[in-house]
């Protein structure tokens, strides 16, 4: 088994100090530098205190909630910034822990749901989930009233769907004045109920139709702060200093064929197997690079197989993403943002095993022309003979390098305004 390929010093986010706001970031990745304004009144040397709201049902809430806070750390180094994950703050009033005699709680439940693949016709169940959250409001609006009374921030940043009305209404019953702020992680909303609730609060949307979906429910304009994409962690934005041939061939691979990176979130999934055993099948000759999450199981099944590099759970799928020409995967809003930022175009699925807040996302990749949309994986074959035909694949990559994802740095600037004119 070949070993993960491994960041040089130079390129380790966690040694990396991002400038003063803003300014950091040409140096970085040349092109993508964000205008810089004026500092805005409880700028970088203004002591505030935020409480990001996460939880870790799916890896992208908690992605969001620590890059922010990576960034922020650079950009405001005087705010204080607490995460607070609300799967703790509700473990007394979580039904599967009362259920299972606190040994399986609702993160697990849903975990386990998309590590397995049981997603088919989950609308049903999200909305059933909804209409608990709604029977046990005023429990959970305790523990939440509860939790605010133990100390005020002068934020709150939701970066989770569902809980925002409860988390809101509790924080109001606690404070008139603290303002609340939704980060959307996901590329539009999925109404009722889901991200967007009719309340008077900030929404930060990373897409036109999220930002047309706010405008919908009658959000007051002020309210309403569009960014330029999703937000992504630093060493997304860290320039390519591999040698792409030098990194395949330490992988095992052959420098010059096309490269799928598999990519099912940090679970992994059997179903890139499958992808990859099509794959082999198919009349373009092709090689994957699998990141397998913590599914020793699926990293084992891959090791034999000819033209196949099994990842197993990594930090460094930038790097990866650099090795390879195109992206296989779920259409979540965290990976096919990363993809296509690191210029990669898209091959997903879109059926009825799609999830409800991922379903728009299909209709995204084909509006920017960055990908294809498939009805299922056992078509893989022939999508990847089309995507590889008639230059399709370097119009895509064009398409990629269009979309400028800017929204790690555009959104504390945003929270610093927030604050400014609240205060």
């Given amino acids: 088994m070949t070993e993960p390929i491994t960041l040089p010093p130079p390129s380790d986010?966690?040694?990396?100090?991002?400038?003063?706001?803003?300014?950091?970031?040409?140096?970085?990745?040349?092109?993508?530098?964000?205008?810089?304004?004026?500092?805005?009144?409880?700028?970088?040397?203004?002591?505030?205190?935020?409480?990001?709201?996460?939880?870790?049902?799916?890896?992208?809430?908690?992605?969001?909630?620590?890059?922010?806070?990576?960034?922020?750390?650079?950009?405001?180094?005087?705010?204080?910034?607490?995460?607070?994950?609300?799967?703790?703050?509700?473990?007394?009033?979580?039904?599967?822990?009362?259920i299972t005699k606190r040994r399986v709680s609702s993160e697990d439940v849903y975990n386990g749901m998309l590590r397995r693949g049981w997603t088919y016709g989950s609308l049903p169940l999200l909305r059933a989930m909804q209409?608990?959250?709604?029977?046990?409001?005023?429990?959970?609006?305790?523990?939440?009233?509860?939790?605010?009374?133990?100390?005020?921030?002068?934020?709150?940043?939701?970066?989770?769907?569902?809980?925002?009305?409860?988390?809101?209404?509790?924080?109001?019953?606690?404070?008139?004045?603290?303002?609340?702020?939704?980060?959307?992680?996901?590329?539009?909303?999925?109404?009722?109920?889901?991200?967007?609730?009719?309340?008077?609060?900030?929404?930060?949307?990373?897409s036109e139709r999220a930002a047309e979906q706010a405008r919908a429910m009658h959000y007051r304009p002020e309210r309403i702060r569009q960014v330029s994409g999703m937000v992504l962690k630093p060493r997304f934005y860290l320039q390519d200093h591999n040698d792409r041939r030098t990194g395949r061939e330490r992988l095992g691979l052959k420098p010059g064929r096309p490269t799928a990176l598999i990519m099912f979130g940090g679970n992994g999934s059997k179903r890139a197997a499958t992808i990859v055993e099509a794959l082999a099948c198919a009349s373009a000759p092709v090689q994957t690079i699998v990141l397998c999450g913590n599914d020793t199981k699926l990293r084992g099944?891959?090791?034999?197989?000819?033209?196949?590099?099994?990842?197993?759970?990594?930090?460094?799928?930038a790097v990866y993403m650099d090795l390879a020409d195109f992206f296989i995967g779920k259409p979540g809003p965290g990976s096919i943002s990363e993809a296509v930022h690191r210029g990669l175009p898209v091959i997903v699925e879109g059926n009825r095993r799609t999830m409800p807040q991922e379903q728009y996302n299909t209709v995204w990749i084909e509006e920017n022309g960055v990908g294809l949309v498939i009805p299922n994986f056992r078509r893989i074959g022939r999508a990847v003979e089309t995507l590889l035909a008639n230059d399709r694949l370097a119009r895509f990559q064009a398409n990629t390098k269009s979309l400028n994802n800017r929204a790690l740095f555009e959104v504390p600037p945003v929270l610093a305004d927030i604050m400014d004119q609240s205060g």
Avoid at 37 to 52: I, R
Avoid at 164 to 183: C, D, E, H, M, Q
């Fill in 301 to 317: 099944r891959l090791a034999a197989q000819p033209d196949c590099c099994a990842i197993g759970f990594t930090d460094d799928v």
């Fill in 13 to 98: 986010p966690s040694r990396h100090k991002f400038n003063a706001p803003l300014r950091g970031l040409e140096t970085l990745c040349p092109g993508s530098a964000v205008p810089v304004g004026p500092e805005p009144d409880c700028g970088a040397g203004a002591v505030k205190t935020l409480q990001f709201i996460f939880f870790d049902a799916g890896g992208g809430h908690r992605s969001v909630a620590t890059a922010l806070r990576e960034i922020i750390g650079d950009l405001y180094p005087s705010w204080q910034v607490e995460l607070v994950n609300l799967q703790q703050l509700l473990r007394r009033v979580d039904p599967f822990l009362r």
């Fill in 131 to 206: 209409a608990g959250i709604r029977l046990n409001a005023p429990q959970i609006e305790t523990v939440l009233e509860q939790h605010w009374r133990r100390g005020v921030p002068d934020l709150v940043v939701s970066v989770i769907p569902n809980f925002n009305g409860v988390l809101f209404r509790s924080l109001r019953a606690v404070s008139a004045s603290v303002p609340y702020v939704t980060i959307m992680t996901d590329i539009a909303d999925r109404p009722p109920y889901f991200w967007q609730e009719k309340q008077d609060q900030f929404m930060i949307c990373g």
